[in-house]
């Protein structure tokens, strides 16, 4: 095999190798098994989204995982036991209960005919659901249950136990006067309200659609629309229905039905075709199924278009995507039954992944954690850029900030959520979208019409890019430094003037502009991220000397902007071409540098690990060892340098046939890997193991 082919494969095996890794510690930190039965798991949801939420960048958290077809999901009001649909045997519709805190499941329904929509009463005693049994259309049954008496039996029995659908009760079954034919009734989207005394539901009758509701034993049955409606949601008080009408349009009007009057009332939700919603915690939050947008490329929306779960809040009037859009996601159900400490409810929802469809778990917030402050909210965004490589969520992230921070008065707050819609403007307007740009500038026209000065800065730079004109900052910047009011938002503003410089490859006046935002600024709570973008645009050890930024950022800054810098730096070493005899002149620049440092054992790793680069450039592999080596010993062992040049080293050792030697430094480069590094010879590293381990078999 040759080397191109083993580097191919070696990458392969590695995505494998640490994806299942990855997928044995969730599991082995989801899940702890009891001392007094090694067969009995038990974990905790609520646990998942603390980890993945507080500590991590979020996960859809998978319920369900059969290569089948399992939705209509439900959670009882106490959290403990999970109700939803599967086709997993032979392909036919029942319905499970399983215990949210273990693994058992019992299978309730096993009926020839489909099974669907399972609905827990608030009490958890009866469940509703949709069967089409006695009326190909469907109908509404309910059945009596006891949860935690059927897990019981599920986690003792070592046989199939007996299910329970012969017990159901069909509540809505209509004959034709004393004949007793079925009429062809469709019944559909049972759901409980809160007081468990009602169950509302859509009814089909010909070719129109109608909400009805009946008490919990059928009775009292009660048109409550006419002119039309489908997918009722109780309001959290009881008094109200959400559900969808399309009756004036063909992509639907949420409405909120008074159950008491029968006034309806049409809610503004936008363009798409809508479906599914749902109250979303407080008589004024919705969530609802979206499909905004022509997936499939036939020309126009339809149902098999992707759809995206969106949240919507008529008190504030604020919209936004909770779900990818690369991922069709539907039919989600708020429920407070899983809470965290940052959250005050889920979202249980259904999407398509390939060929199968399964159910899943989010904060009610979406995707995208929330943080604690605006700030953070801004800071974190870059994770899914730099450490991921996920373009869809990190512009999800950059508009999460003013999601969870728009409406704050705080100047912290209002500065950073300004910054991120200019951010995300300028994002959409590189990537050639110029009408999602459109919409964050008509959000920033929105704020700087509130007399926020930073918004209409922000604004006043989208709008220049977007037209394409030459931008010349040095008038605003002009006004800035002559500002004497020290308002909050100017050393932003003074930042944001640099990082342009800096965008249209204008190193020079970026740096000279960062400088004077410390010099005015030194107390700028950005400042060490300042530091690291003068070094970005200063630092060069060809022929330089290493900037005080980066001596600064080395020596305090966190590990992200260490990292930073310390990349930018190497870089310029690692992807450089040029001949041995320019390697040999950078040397005597990086030795003198060696020099003025001494033992500083923030800056020795650097210095030690780009002379071994230059060293291998100039074809002097045994002095690159030496100074590889050295780096290693200098460097912390989850240091960035530490990583490199243990992948270095082994390459080096590999070439000259020092296999053990190669896998010595090889394991020490892959348990010093983080994500954060970003690093392009981990998969080199890997190769070079698998060559090793060919040649050895």
């Known amino acids: 095999m040759d080397s191109g082919k083993i580097r191919q494969v070696g990458e392969e095996i590695m995505k494998r190798y640490f994806f299942a890794i990855l997928l044995a510690l969730q599991i082995i930190t989801a899940l702890s098994c009891e001392k007094e039965d090694p067969y009995k798991v038990s974990f905790s949801y609520a646990g998942i989204i603390d980890r993945e939420y507080r500590f991590n960048v979020g996960r859809v958290i998978p319920v369900t995982i059969s290569q089948s077809i399992e939705t209509d999901g439900d959670i009882s009001s106490d959290g403990l036991y999970f109700y939803y649909t599967s086709n997993v045997d032979s392909g036919n519709f029942d319905i499970y209960l399983r215990a949210m805190s273990g693994i058992t499941t019992v299978r309730l329904t096993?009926?020839?005919?489909?099974?669907?929509?399972?609905?827990?009463?608030?009490?958890?005693?009866?469940?509703?659901?949709v069967s089409f049994r006695e009326d190909p259309e469907g109908d509404i049954f309910t059945l009596d249950i006891d949860a935690e008496g059927l897990i019981e039996k599920g986690e003792k029995s070592t046989g199939t136990m007996e299910t329970l659908g012969a017990r159901a009760e069909n509540l809505t079954a209509e004959t034709a006067g004393d004949s007793g034919v079925s009429l062809a009734i469709r019944d559909a989207n049972p759901v409980?309200?809160?007081?468990?005394?009602?169950?509302?539901?859509?009814?089909?009758?010909?070719?129109?659609?109608?909400?009805?509701?009946?008490?919990?034993?059928?009775?009292?049955?009660?048109?409550?629309?006419?002119?039309?409606?489908?997918?009722?949601?109780?309001?959290?008080?009881?008094?109200?229905?959400?559900?969808?009408?399309?009756?004036?349009?063909?992509?639907?009007?949420?409405?909120?039905?008074?159950?008491?009057?029968?006034?309806?009332?049409?809610?503004?939700?936008?363009?798409?075709?809508?479906?599914?919603?749902?109250?979303?915690?407080?008589?004024?939050?919705?969530v609802f199924s979206l499909i905004e947008n022509d997936t499939n490329g036939n020309g126009r929306l339809d149902l098999e278009d992707r759809s995206v779960l969106q949240?919507?809040?008529?008190?504030?009037?604020?919209?936004?995507?909770?779900?990818?859009?690369?991922?069709?996601?539907?039919?989600?159900?708020?429920?407070?039954?899983?809470?965290?400490?940052?959250?005050?409810?889920?979202?249980?929802?259904?999407?398509?992944?390939?060929?199968n469809i399964n159910l899943n778990i989010i904060p009610d917030t979406g995707i995208i954690p929330k943080k604690q402050n605006a700030k953070l909210q801004v800071e974190f965004c870059s994770a899914y850029l730099?450490?991921?490589?996920?373009?869809?969520?990190?512009?999800?992230?950059?508009?999460?900030?003013?999601?969870?921070?728009?409406?704050?008065?705080?100047?912290?707050?209002?500065?950073?959520?300004?910054?991120?819609?200019?951010?995300?403007?300028?994002?959409?307007?590189?990537?050639?979208?110029?009408?999602?740009?459109?919409?964050?500038?008509?959000?920033?026209k929105k704020r700087a019409g509130?007399?926020?000065?930073?918004?209409?800065?922000?604004?006043r730079m989208a709008g220049e890019e977007l037209s394409g004109r030459n931008r010349d900052y040095g008038a605003i910047l002009d006004s800035l430094l002559a500002d004497k009011t020290k308002s909050f938002y100017i050393p932003f503003a003074l930042e944001d003037i640099a990082d342009a410089y800096y965008d249209a490859g204008n190193k020079k006046s970026a740096s000279q502009v960062y400088a004077r935002l410390l010099k005015i600024y030194p107390d700028y709570e950005r400042a060490m991220d300042i530091h690291v973008k003068i070094s970005f645009c200063d630092d060069d050890l060809r022929d330089r000397p290493l900037s005080e930024s980066a001596v600064k950022v080395l020596s305090s800054g966190n590990a992200n902007q260490r990292i930073a810098v310390t990349r930018n730096i190497i870089d310029i070493f690692q992807k450089g071409d040029f001949s041995s005899a320019k390697a040999g002149s950078y040397i005597r620049n990086v030795l003198k540098e060696r020099e003025r440092f001494g033992d500083n054992k923030k800056i020795l790793p650097l210095l030690k690990y780009s002379a071994a680069l230059l060293y291998l450039k100039s074809g002097d592999s045994v002095k690159a060892l030496k100074e590889f080596v050295g780096a290693i010993e200098a460097a912390p062992k989850n240091d960035i340098i530490s990583h490199l040049a243990n992948i270095m080293a082994g390459d080096i050792e590999r070439r000259a046939g020092h296999s053990?030697?190669?896998?010595?430094?090889?394991?020490?480069?892959?348990?010093?890997?983080?994500?954060?590094?970003?690093?392009?010879?981990?998969g080199t590293g890997f190769s070079g193991l698998l060559i090793i381990t060919n040649r050895q078999a």
């Open 660 to 682: 053990s030697e190669a896998e010595k430094y090889y394991s020490e480069g892959f348990n010093s890997h983080s994500r954060r590094f970003r690093t392009e010879n981990l």
């Open 311 to 355: 949240y919507m809040n008529t008190r504030d009037g604020s919209r936004y995507r909770l779900t990818r859009s690369s991922v069709s996601s539907f039919k989600a159900r708020w429920l407070s039954a899983v809470k965290t400490r940052d959250y005050k409810g889920i979202l249980l929802y259904t999407d398509i992944t390939g060929e």
């Open 386 to 444: 730099d450490e991921w490589d996920d373009p869809e969520r990190y512009e999800m992230s950059l508009e999460a900030v003013h999601f969870f921070f728009g409406h704050s008065k705080d100047n912290s707050a209002r500065t950073y959520v300004d910054r991120s819609l200019g951010m995300a403007a300028s994002y959409y307007i590189s990537g050639g979208r110029k009408e999602e740009a459109l919409r964050i500038i008509s959000l920033l």
């Open 192 to 286: 409980w309200s809160p007081d468990g005394k009602r169950i509302a539901f859509s009814r089909t009758k010909g070719s129109s659609t109608e909400i009805w509701m009946m008490k919990k034993n059928g009775k009292d049955k009660k048109q409550l629309t006419t002119g039309g409606g489908d997918y009722p949601s109780f309001s959290p008080d009881g008094k109200s229905i959400l559900f969808v009408s399309y009756k004036e349009s063909n992509e639907g009007d949420l409405c909120i039905l008074d159950t008491n009057s029968g006034k309806t009332v049409k809610l503004d939700a936008g363009k798409g075709i809508k479906l599914y919603p749902c109250y979303a915690g407080s008589g004024t939050e919705f």
């Open 450 to 459: 509130e007399k926020n000065p930073y918004a209409s800065l922000r604004l």
């Open 110 to 129: 096993a009926h020839p005919s489909r099974d669907t929509n399972p609905v827990i009463s608030p009490d958890g005693e009866t469940l509703a659901f």
